[in-house]
């Protein structure tokens, strides 16, 4: 069985528990799933970020395998804080470390097409590429220029992207989103085309999981991948092509903050400026949402006084788990040793609380800065992603309990034909047809 074309669609942020919320309005969603398969939950990667959750969905392995960590990682070299979220830092080919489905289709000779993916920057094995960036510099310095020009010829404010991508207006993106997603299928055919709407995650962030703005923004996007849907020719899936819905992570509502850099700070361990900006010290905290990694930055030996700084944050109100290096292999990720984008010691924040990276002042929990987060570990009731899958080669009505995000990558690989070196996920042979 070998589906002709595949289109993949990211909604960022789209729990699984909203399938089964009748306040969530996506009707587009629940017809498709009619006509195909839906499962109970995906559970997703750790830390359970847009990055590596991301990375983890092409490519059906694990951090300790892809290379992708977090979202933000210290850079051990420079000192600094990387926020990797809109590829500010890196190519695609520096960043992965394990082959996607979209580099073995490419391969294969099919033509592949992200827009808005993310962890694409000048992917090589992608022929038509809009990466999600979210910095006007990048944008403009890092796009393709016959992607660049493609996207002006088509009207859309070149000179807008950025702003496009804050917070409260990724909505706009979204938008344009699906109406190129429409273009490209047409005019450059793609065999496997990704798209990734990033706004459901966004108003869960500013306003929390289950608000009114987060029942908002799915049946927004469940218009728009009704919209793109429409656009596609006549009998596309159900004669050739097969589509997969996924996410990335679920949500947790956020009533507090912990600022571990201010306890650092507190303990000695981390110095500030005059303007509250960290300085230096011994070990610094760099968040990932519901998760973080502590890093010890200083000349004497890591290992005994990352012991003294777990001891010292075990503790502390909002953490729920402090891990050691030797642990990392049971969470799916490397040591320092093997990639040193990891810290010597990775923290979770309990339900209820997310991680801040500031340094100044002396409340360590205090009032957040968002009401809705993720990272956290991704057995969290809350924290299961979305999947769901209908169209050519897929099974009407078949029943998925709870599967992995690893397992999409192998089961496209199957659609499509093509051979994904060995993963840590398993094809979803249950939902194919022969």
């Known amino acids: ?47 359970s970020t847009t ?15 892809h ?76 796009t393709a220029g016959a992607v660049w020009a493609e996207l002006a010829a088509l ?10 991508a804050e ?18 299928w047409r005019r450059h055919e793609p065999r496997l085309m990704l798209l990734h709407f990033l706004c459901v995650d966004s108003l869960q962030h500013l306003h929390g999981p289950r608000s009114p703005e987060a029942y908002w923004a799915i049946d927004y996007v469940d218009g728009l991948l009704g919209k793109l849907l429409a656009a596609l020719p006549a009998g596309e899936l159900t004669e050739r092509t097969a589509l997969f819905v996924v996410s990335d992570h679920g949500f947790l509502p956020v009533e507090r903050d912990v600022r571990i850099n201010a306890r650092l700070r507190q303990l000695g361990l981390l110095r500030v400026d005059g303007a509250g900006r960290i300085a230096g010290g011994e070990a610094r905290f760099v968040m990932n949402h519901g998760a973080g990694y502590l890093y010890c930055t200083g000349a004497g030996d890591r290992a005994r006084l990352a012991r003294d700084v777990a001891a010292a944050l075990a503790g502390l109100e909002g953490v729920a788990h402090v891990w050691t290096e030797p642990e990392y292999a049971g969470l799916g990720l ?59 080669g897929i099974a009407t009505g078949a029943r998925l309990a709870s599967i992995r995000s690893r397992d999409v990558a192998p089961t496209l690989a199957r659609v499509l034909g093509v051979a994904l070196a060995p993963t840590d996920g398993r094809a979803l042979e249950e939902i194919l047809t022969a």
């Open 51 to 65: 990055w590596p959750t991301h990375v983890s969905l092409v490519t059906g392995v694990a951090p300790d395998r």
């Open 155 to 164: 009207g859309y404010p070149l000179d807008r992207q950025g702003e496009w």
């Open 167 to 184: 917070l409260p207006k990724r909505f706009l993106k979204d938008a344009m989103v699906a109406e190129l997603a429409a273009h490209v």
């Open 334 to 392: 490397p040591t320092s040793a093997e990639n040193p984008k990891v810290g010597d010691l990775l923290l979770e924040a309990q339900p209820g609380f997310c991680f801040a990276d500031e340094a100044q002042g002396e409340e360590i929990v205090c009032a957040p800065r968002y009401r809705g987060s993720h990272g956290h570990l991704p057995t969290h009731a809350d924290n299961g992603a979305f999947f769901l899958a209908a169209g050519r």
């Open 67 to 142: 290379g992708v960590v977090g979202n933000s990682v210290l850079n051990r070299g420079t000192g600094a804080r990387e926020d990797l979220t809109g590829d500010p830092v890196y190519d695609a080919p520096d960043l992965l470390r394990a082959p996607t489905i979209y580099d073995v289709a490419h391969a294969a000779g099919f033509r592949t097409a992200a827009i808005d993916w993310p962890a694409t920057r000048k992917a090589r094995g992608l022929d038509f590429n809009l990466p999600f960036f979210k910095d006007q510099r990048v944008f403009e310095t890092q």
């Open 1 to 47: 069985m070998s589906a002709t074309r595949a289109i993949v669609v990211s909604i960022d942020g789209l729990a699984a528990f909203y399938f089964r919320d009748p306040a969530a309005r996506m009707p587009g969603l629940r017809a498709l799933a009619e006509r195909g398969v839906v499962a109970a939950r995906m559970e997703t990667v750790f830390p």
